[in-house]
């Protein structure tokens, strides 16, 4: 049983730590190996496929992002010291790696960083260093400015302070489709539901039934949902796109799929999905009356535990 429930858990972490990376890019095989192994409690199996390797090849950035992947085996089975140790080891490899490329020239360097972040803030949360945690992700977030990692630190530090805080602004000068996007305080007075998706999304298409759901019953009482995504710089098989291109492709998607939800407001911005630190999809942020966040979750999300949001974001909008 405690096997079974590990691998439920290293499925889901890894379902939001890889997700829109995965939708473009085919996994290294040596990646693919460490990252099963872990995901199945075997970090030792994983380290002697990644020794293997770098006795082979060398220390690639292939390996490194498989060495990222026995951090959050570690992780996942609470032995936080030893994923903090992994993490920092990972980083380490990862900046010696950069001198004279940046981090985005190609994918496994950007998605090994941003794990061992990920590991070590929630590491120091786990053994009650919330306050380091909070520091250390704020300091990276500025350090990393204007790469493709961002996103995720903040979704760490959003996991850790947004709760409670007001929400982030939305942009809304563009939208996929349907009625033109207001501000989000123009929607003071009701609770609102940020159902942030993407067009290459399975898990969206999935959580599009709870929310449908959810407006069945609460729309009549106040309840806005609002559904932000963003381009991603390629349409269907992962094929590079220009902007307009993918522009009209997240178009036929939300119609095909998403129409269902009716006349909602669609914002489409990337910055949307920097400020609520959105690196998986879907994730979803209840908004109460008041313009205070009372919910934000990476991933799907039941009908039952978003209903028993929605109910008390709707009484503090009746005090």
């Not at 009372?294 to 009746?318: D, F, W």
């Amino acid at each position: 049983m405690i096997r079974v429930r590990f691998i439920v858990f290293a499925f889901v972490l890894s379902c939001a730590l890889l997700d829109h990376a995965a939708a473009a890019t085919p996994t290294p095989m040596v990646v693919y190996q460490a990252r099963v192994a872990s995901m199945s409690g075997d970090t030792a199996g994983a380290r002697k496929v990644l020794k293997q390797y770098r006795d082979a090849v060398g220390v690639t950035a292939e390996y490194i992002e498989g060495l990222s992947w026995v951090a959050r085996g570690e992780l996942g089975a609470n032995h936080y010291a030893a994923a903090e140790a992994t993490a920092g080891e990972v980083r380490t490899l990862v900046l010696a790696k950069l001198t004279g490329r940046k981090l985005d020239a190609e994918p496994s360097l950007p998605m090994a960083l941003g794990a061992s972040i990920e590991v070590q803030a929630q590491a120091a949360k786990a053994t009650g260093r919330r306050d380091q945690a909070v520091g250390f992700l704020r300091a990276e977030a500025e350090k990393w400015r204007g790469t493709s990692i961002v996103a995720r630190i903040r979704k760490n530090l959003n996991l850790l302070t947004l709760e409670g805080k007001p929400a982030p602004a939305l942009e809304t000068s563009k939208v996929v489709t349907g009625p033109a996007a207001k501000p989000l305080e123009q929607h003071r007075g009701h609770p609102v539901l940020l159902f942030f998706w993407a067009h290459w999304c399975s898990d969206c298409k999935n959580q599009l039934a709870v929310i449908r759901q959810l407006q069945a019953k609460y729309g009549p009482k106040g309840l806005e949902v609002i559904a932000p995504t963003q381009h991603y710089g390629y349409v269907a098989g992962g094929e590079d796109a220009p902007l307009d291109m993918e522009t009209r492709y997240i178009q036929a998607v939300y119609q095909q799929f998403y129409a269902s939800l009716g006349k909602v407001e669609t914002p489409l911005s990337e910055k949307n999905f920097e400020n609520y630190g959105v690196s998986s999809t879907p994730t979803l942020a209840l908004v109460d009356g008041r313009g205070i966040v009372r919910m934000y979750n990476p991933g799907n999300v039941s009908y039952e535990v978003l209903a028993a949001k929605v109910e008390a974001a709707l009484k503090v909008v009746a005090r």
